[in-house]
């Protein structure tokens, strides 16, 4: 008799290794999950019910690769983030937290739609401040204990243009913003091609665009930009956008 199986997402709800269905792809998509001794890199997986199925610890100088591409970012744009309050925006398991912390961040916000993402080690850092079961979308300065110095943001299934205003609400005048822009996340539908990775220059660099015409339109200046030293899960090329937050923002 066949063994049953079922999706990596729901398995790891069910032993108890995620608390939903949102934290389970997450923690998939971080490269955290192992299935018989191999890393999984999809959510909807089918494996075996009796599959030996754990999480694992990031390798490296970061919890997760997050972490290199932020830092990678910071070098580039000659960042200094020594002494600054920041704000991690889709934090999950902590990889821009743990960067920004290494590099001497006075503290950081870890804002993800999760819940218990966070690495431990960084859950247990008196500098960080968690908040949980925080949509970007509905995010509010009454949320955070500061408004930030530096934003950072690493958002996945939901394009940053709609969530600028909120975003731009969370930092000083004067403050500055990381955001990462995931070319497959804010082309339009019809200029994604199947399998959903860009591939073409041209098109990436439009979406970069459209990306800081609607930031200049919410009411921050764009400083820079530079790409992502590590590409994403499936080879799409991420670029990090610095803008700076203007006294007026948009409502």
């Known amino acids: 008799m066949a063994t049953a199986r079922l999706r990596l997402d729901a398995l790891l709800v069910a032993r108890g290794l995620a608390d939903d269905a949102h934290t389970a792809t997450a923690l998939v998509l971080a490269g955290g999950v192992v299935v018989d001794d191999h890393r999984a890199d999809k959510p909807g997986l089918l494996v075996r019910a009796d599959a030996a199925v754990r999480l694992k610890s990031a390798p490296g100088r970061f919890v997760s690769r997050g972490g290199d591409k932020l830092a990678g970012t910071l070098d580039a744009l000659a960042i200094d983030v020594a002494g600054l309050r920041c704000v991690d925006v889709g934090a999950s398991t902590g990889g821009f937290t743990d960067c920004l912390l290494q590099r001497g961040a006075a ?84 200029e994604v091609p199947p399998g959903g990775v860009i591939t073409d220059p041209d098109l990436g660099a439009a979406v970069v665009a459209r990306v800081a015409a609607a930031a200049r339109g919410a009411g921050a200046a764009v400083l820079g930009s530079a790409p992502a030293g590590v590409a994403g899960p499936k080879g799409n090329r991420e670029v990090f956008l610095w803008l700076r937050r203007t006294e007026e923002i948009a409502s």
Do not use: N, W, Y
């Open 107 to 190: 503290a950081v916000v870890a804002v993800d739609v999760g819940r218990g993402l966070l690495h431990e080690r960084l859950r247990q850092d008196a500098r960080v401040i968690v908040r949980d079961r925080t949509h970007a979308r509905d995010l509010r300065p009454e949320h955070l204990p500061f408004a930030a110095d530096l934003l950072v943001a690493d958002l996945s299934f939901i394009g940053l243009r709609p969530l600028l205003p909120a975003l731009l609400r969370a930092v000083r005048p004067g403050g500055a913003l990381l955001l990462m822009v995931k070319p497959q996340f804010e082309a339009d539908r019809g």
